[in-house]
């Protein structure tokens, strides 16, 4: 009588316990998630990003939190009956068997290995983006992903987004007419020492500085190579970090990159090259330079030309549109479109603020009728109700880990600034730079693996 629950939570028509399921607007309209279809959920990481994704999930049942630094775990308080970890691994030994699936939201550099031990045992996965901090760990978990076949989402929120549609159904429209050049960047830190210069490196690295004793640090480490303890690295300077995280680029391609990456498919790029600003990558190699303007070549793919796509960062400037008006603010965070009749203009997180320009041009044009589906509520209900459906969420890891990519090879080509490299994407290496291929799969530490 009693159906496994990982074969009920497969059919959106299952039954339980011998009772049909009764849909959701029967009990109580949109957002609303019966007591009988509840999931039941883990996060690895239950502080920053984690804890703000957590609040958009307290429809289910998060039955345990895992997170290093219970000081900055502010979901412990607000989540008083789950259970509590600091090892995911041993949270998935205890509560694996009562799971239906689980959130990753830690750093970058341990996305992988968190997400890779929940596939494994068979849940769905929800991880931060991007989805992790090199090439061959997104090879590795786009390809568990598909051969279990779950049910996954990275944490690119704007994907869900009505006006990355709005984008998406302009440029096919032809609003502006083929596309040929994209000029995206972020500008978010500009100014801020986590990612410009960061002072003393050497310094920092060899500090022996007390870690407090609320956070487990050799834990937080997981795969990377070990470090002694320093402030400038957690809880919120990590990013600057390449051992950790992958700078302004890798945090913001799988926003501000997501709206051309679907209206154009544009896949992987053939070639990229890095200019940067105040930075020497065999001193810096360890951060990031000030500045950063990254050239992605996308060759012809179905009915579209190829693509260029400029990128830029720090104290680089996306560039203003040649017809935008005086007086009229250009891009900070977001792209500048460029087609054969025109140019579009959005922001950040998705397409927000999606405008033609000239205004002109925005005042003229029939917009077209809504063809993509919306998303009911958010980007993480998206994932909780495609699994209840059993279909797949709008940015799984096959989607949003390509995304990532890009912007992985990207942190690759400023780490090698001033190189043109040739990417073979099918056979995941370069055919003109060992250097570079060696930044595609680095050596985990002891005692880690996929």
Not at 22 to 50: D, I
Not at 259 to 266: I, M, N, Y
Not at 314 to 330: A, C, F, I, N, Y
Not at 433 to 445: G, M
Request: glycine share 10%; net charge positive; with cysteine.
């Amino acid at each position: 009588m009693k159906t496994q629950r990982r074969s009920f939570l497969r059919t959106a028509a299952a039954v339980a316990f011998g009772v049909h399921l009764v849909p959701r607007h029967v009990l109580g309209g949109p957002g609303h998630t019966p007591p009988s279809s509840k999931l039941n959920l883990a996060a690895v990481g239950a502080g920053g990003q984690a804890a703000s994704d957590l609040k958009n999930m307290l429809s289910e049942n998060i039955i345990a939190l895992c997170d290093v630094d219970e000081n900055h775990a502010e979901m412990f308080k607000a989540l008083p009956g789950a259970k509590r970890y600091k090892d995911f691994r041993l949270m998935f030994a205890e509560v694996g068997d009562k799971i239906d699936a689980v959130l990753v939201g830690t750093p970058d550099h341990t996305h992988a290995v968190a997400a890779m031990a929940a596939m494994k045992l068979g849940k769905h996965v929800y991880c931060e983006k991007p989805l992790a901090h090199s090439v061959a760990e997104v090879r590795a978990l786009r390809k568990t992903a598909a051969e279990r076949k779950l049910i996954t989402q990275v944490g690119n929120q704007g994907h869900s987004s009505d006006s990355i549609r709005v984008f998406c159904e302009w440029i096919w429209d032809g609003a502006i007419g083929r596309v040929t050049e994209i000029h995206a960047g972020c500008d978010a830190f500009r100014g801020s020492a986590t990612y410009s210069q960061l002072k003393d490196l050497e310094k920092i690295l060899a500090a022996q500085d007390k870690c407090p004793p609320t956070l487990d640090w050799n834990l937080w480490q997981g795969p990377a190579a070990e470090q002694p303890y320093h402030p400038q690295f957690c809880p919120w300077a990590w990013r600057a970090w390449s051992r950790y995280g992958s700078g302004a680029l890798g945090d913001w391609v799988c926003h501000v990159i997501d709206p051309v990456f679907w209206a154009l498919d544009l896949d992987i790029p053939t070639t990229i090259v890095a200019e940067t600003d105040d930075y020497d990558p065999q001193k810096h190699g360890e951060t990031f330079p000030s500045g950063s303007k990254v050239t992605f070549e996308f060759p012809a793919k179905g009915q579209r030309g190829p693509v260029k796509l400029f990128w830029y960062d720090g104290k680089r400037d996306v560039p203003r549109p040649k017809d935008l008006e005086p007086g009229r603010s250009g891009v900070g965070t977001g792209a500048v479109v460029l087609g054969e009749h025109g140019t579009i203009m959005y922001g950040s997180h998705g397409a927000g603020g999606v405008r033609l320009v000239p205004e002109k041009a925005m005042q003229a044009y029939k917009r077209p009728e809504a063809k993509i589906p919306r998303v009911r509520v958010s980007h993480q209900c998206d994932w909780l109700d495609a699994i209840r459906a059993g279909r797949q969420a709008g940015s799984p890891f096959e989607y949003g880990g390509r995304l990532s990519e890009i912007g992985l090879l990207g942190v690759i080509a400023v780490r090698l600034s001033g190189t043109k490299l040739h990417y073979d994407e099918r056979a995941m290496r370069f055919t003109n730079n060992d250097e570079a291929n060696k930044l595609l799969n680095p050596v985990f530490r002891s005692g880690w693996s996929l």
